[in-house]
């Protein structure tokens, strides 16, 4: 009696097997060539691998009834089996070719889906979003990765201009630098619908720029191209790219980027590699270099004054998106005033430039009626901009309009979800309004994306001081200290928590070393103030706070929340109250509603919408 093994032999199953397998793996290895040189699909790929694995059931069944010699009829049961294997083979290709596990693949990415991370896929916040990832510098020498940066940073400033798209800010993206994570957990993480990536090759006065867009849900590409230009046509180039995405995500959008690629000049060579080297180094976050940034963005501009993106990158830097005394480098307001507006003449549509101008006029002007209005323009004109958002956030707050800043500020987490800056405001913000559980959670979070930041620390020591929590209030703000020794802000505040706690002669030997170095400045002394009236010494706190009156509004209006709540709690005292009255700085602190985190017209998100008006929310 024949065995199992000598059918299967008779009938060279093996030989059908091992021949089919070959000739499979050799064909998806194809297919996965074929598939990045011609921008393919990726759900081609798992198509073809379904229709090979149910492939090789059919040989199976055709080696068993057609292997031996003479043996060519066809069957019934044969029919029926093939017949089934196809139909099998149709179903699962179709379900993996036209489907996506996307659930599985958020969880398996193990991100954090709390506080301002987007839902997975929301069409309210995912439809027409994109993340840019950052280019890869493919120029053999690496120092010339901050201008692979530099175009990365500045293809988001042109999608940004695209209405109704919403686009990640550099800050969260920038996180993903050389990161190992898939492009669907990169999605899941930032809630986007489709993400560009690319690489960056110079090669003296060339550049060659090769970007991908993929969509998020299926791996497939969506669009693909190669621009090889001279140096000059750069800004080009990255709005020709801008506008090659509007088209890929939706027609209807290219108008307006095409509008945004005529008007891009030639730049030279040597301006936008000062521009990009200065940008690079005012991303490290170092004092000193920044100091440097602003001297290389000043040679950019000596070089060539109209050129507007370098003006621009200037006027970032040196205006705040809010006021730290002893922290933020204050602006010097002339200079800033004219690099601002020479900025804005030449690019009308950057809502930095527009955005600065109103900060500094309100400043200046203490108009803050006209400053809101200029603000809220400045966003029609670019409602993807994170810091035109902050700005905007704290003129709103400053006038006294603390819901609608909360509202801008939660906008700008959606444009910017993994941003420290972004959830110290809106941890400032909530903690201002009286919304502890919300003001922790944001503040923890800045601290979490940065672990060097004080300032959250320090509002968060607030926080834990006004709950009662001493000994964890002490700690964090011990924990700033030591972070920034120098800096009078933690100091002063880590004195008033001290003194507060009882421990006074500790308390007065930071204020008085604050006092010795601060000399006569009148923007340290309200720090001051508020540590002697802490320690009990009422007289000397009112007279510096006297001291500080003379010319400093400007200043104090602009203070972040934590600052305006600590000021208020010295108005126990009526001579205190009249001397902050005269400074115009009283604030009426709301409780957080429901509607302060939704925003109004002109404050949510900009996919939320159908129009320009649709960015009711962005540093």
């Known amino acids: 009696m024949e065995t199992f093994w000598q059918r299967l032999r008779s009938r060279k199953m093996v030989e ?65 089996m093939l017949a089934a294997t196809t139909l099998a083979a149709v179903s699962v290709g179709w379900y993996v070719g036209v489907t996506t596990p996307v659930a599985s693949a958020s969880a398996a990415s193990g991100a954090d889906r709390s506080g301002t991370q987007l839902a997975w896929f929301d069409p309210s916040t995912a439809g027409n979003s994109v993340a840019v990832l950052p280019f890869d510098n493919l120029t053999p020498d690496a120092q010339n990765d901050y201008i692979a940066d530099g ?56 550049i060659r720029i090769v970007a991908q867009l993929i969509d998020v849900a299926t791996d497939g590409h969506l669009w693909a191209d190669t621009f090889d230009r001279d140096m000059k046509d750069i800004l080009g180039v990255q709005a020709e790219v801008a506008q090659s995405i509007a088209v890929a995500l939706n027609s209807e959008l290219m108008p307006q980027a095409v509008v945004a690629a005529e008007e891009v000049p030639e730049a030279d060579p040597e301006t936008f590699r000062l521009y990009n080297m200065g940008r690079s180094l005012a991303h490290t976050g170092t004092e000193a270099d920044r100091e440097k940034a602003i001297q290389v963005l000043d040679s950019a501009v000596t070089r060539d004054p109209d050129f507007a993106p370098a003006l621009n990158a200037l006027v970032n830097l040196q205006v705040p998106v809010v006021l730290d005394p002893g922290v933020a480098p204050q602006p010097q307001p002339d200079r800033m005033m004219s690099v601002a507006t020479r900025a804005a003449q030449l690019n009308p549509r950057s809502a930095e430039a527009r955005s600065a101008l109103a900060f500094l006029r309100a400043m200046q002007d203490e108009d803050l009626a006209s400053a809101e209005r200029s603000a809220r323009e400045a966003i029609e004109a670019n409602p993807n901009s994170v810091q035109a958002r902050l700005r905007y956030s704290q003129i709103l707050y400053s006038n006294g309009k603390p819901d609608e800043a909360l509202r801008e500020i939660n906008a700008a987490a959606a444009l910017d979800p993994l941003s420290p800056v972004v959830h110290g405001h809106a941890g400032e913000m909530a903690f201002a309004m009286h919304n502890a559980p919300e003001a922790e959670r944001h503040l923890r979070r800045a601290i979490e994306l940065d672990s060097t930041a004080a300032s959250p620390r320090i509002a968060l020591a607030m926080l834990f001081s006004q709950q009662g929590r001493m000994a964890e209030a002490l700690e964090m703000a011990a924990s700033a200290a030591r972070l920034r020794p120098d800096d009078p802000n933690v100091l002063g505040s880590h004195a008033s928590l001290l003194a507060k706690a009882g421990h006074v002669d500790e308390a007065t030997r930071i204020a008085e070393d604050l006092r010795r170095h601060a000399g006569d400045s009148r923007q340290l002394s309200g720090l001051l103030a508020q540590v002697y009236s802490a320690i009990g010494k009422t007289d000397e706190a009112v007279e510096l706070l006297k001291q500080g009156a003379s010319g400093e509004r400007r200043s104090v209006l602009f203070f972040p929340p934590r600052f305006r709540y600590s000021f208020e709690q010295l108005r126990s005292d009526p001579r205190m109250a009249k001397v902050l009255d005269s400074l115009g700085y009283r604030i009426e602190i709301r409780r957080f509603t429901q509607d302060s985190a939704r925003g109004p017209r002109g404050s949510r998100p900009p996919s939320a919408q159908g129009s320009r008006s649709r960015s009711d929310g962005r540093q």
């Open 16 to 80: 059908w097997a091992v021949g089919y397998l070959a000739a499979g793996f050799a064909l998806l290895q194809l297919a996965d060539f074929m598939k990045d040189a011609f921008s393919w699909p990726t759900s081609l790929l798992r198509v073809l691998t379904v229709i090979v694995a149910f492939g090789f059931l059919a040989v199976l069944v055709m080696a068993w009834y057609h292997g031996e010699k003479g043996h060519q009829r066809m069957p019934a049961t044969e029919i029926v």
């Open 151 to 206: 175009v990365t940073e500045d293809i988001i400033s042109q999608l940004g201009l695209i209405e109704g798209l919403r686009v990640i800010s550099r800050t969260s993206v920038m996180r993903y630098k050389d990161s190992q994570k898939s492009i669907r957990e990169i999605g899941a993480e930032l809630g986007v619908k489709s993400i560009l990536e690319g690489s960056v090759r110079v090669q003296g006065n060339r």
